[in-house]
Structure formats: C-alpha cells, structure tokens
Nanobody, 122 residues
Framework: QVQLVESGGGLVQAGGSLRLSCAAS??????????MAWYRQPPGKQRELVAD???????KYTDSVKGRFTISRDNTKNTVYLQMNSLKPEDTAVYYC??????????????WGQGTQVTISS
C-alpha cells in the first residue's frame, strides 16, 4: 500500500514563501503513480484542490493560487512539491498530498498524506 509523507509546513508572515514536499513510499516495480496533487482545508471549510500534476508534467491550479504557487514532481524520487510564494493569510490551511495510480493487475489505488499545517500571519 502506497504511503504519502508530507513535510515543509509551518508559520510564515504574509508575503513569505514555503515549500511543501510529499514523498510516496512502498512504490514497487509493479506500482505506478499517475497524478499527484495538493489539497487544502482551511479552518471550518471543505477540502479543496490546490494544484495537481500528471505523470507527464501537465499541471492545473485553482484560480486563487495561479501565479503564486508552483507544483512539480520528481518521478525518480516519487515526490511532489508545492512551492508557495507571496503567501496570504487566506492560504492558511492544512495541506494534504494526494496521489493515484495503478498496482498489480492494473488495480487502481488512491492515497492521502496525513496533512501538514500552513499558517500565514498578517
């Protein structure tokens, strides 16, 4: 079973930057990763998609982060990153890593990370 481990959250002032990382473990030769993504859940709100990236590097962003956040991945390390610049207080949330792919016999799988807190002070 694929596991996702996030790192890089923390407390920064508005206008600052943070870089989140998410590494997938237990990825064997018979397991492939398709899309990787970052979601976030602000206090008292629903979880929302922030950005995702396909195995070919095609990216998609929610409008509120376009031009400020950059998602990237290193397929050799099974790791996805989220570079967050020009952070705003409204970016405060728990950020979750997500991935999907296929396993033995082409069986699909999905996985979520445990979440990492990002807090932006004004």
């Amino acid at each position: 079973q694929v596991q996702l481990v996030e790192s890089g959250g923390g407390l920064v002032q508005a206008g600052g930057s943070l870089r989140l990382s998410c590494a997938a473990s237990r990825v064997t030769y018979s397991i492939g990763i398709s899309s990787m993504a970052w979601y976030r859940q602000p206090p008292g709100k629903q979880r929302e998609l922030v950005a995702d990236i396909t195995s070919l590097g095609i990216t998609k962003y929610t409008d509120s982060v376009k031009g400020r956040f950059t998602i990237s991945r290193d397929n050799t390390k099974n790791t996805v990153y989220l570079q967050m610049n020009s952070l705003k207080p409204e970016d405060t949330a728990v950020y979750y890593c997500y991935a999907n792919g296929w396993g033995p016999s082409s069986r699909p799988w999905t996985a979520w990370g445990q979440g990492t807190q990002v807090t932006i002070s004004s």
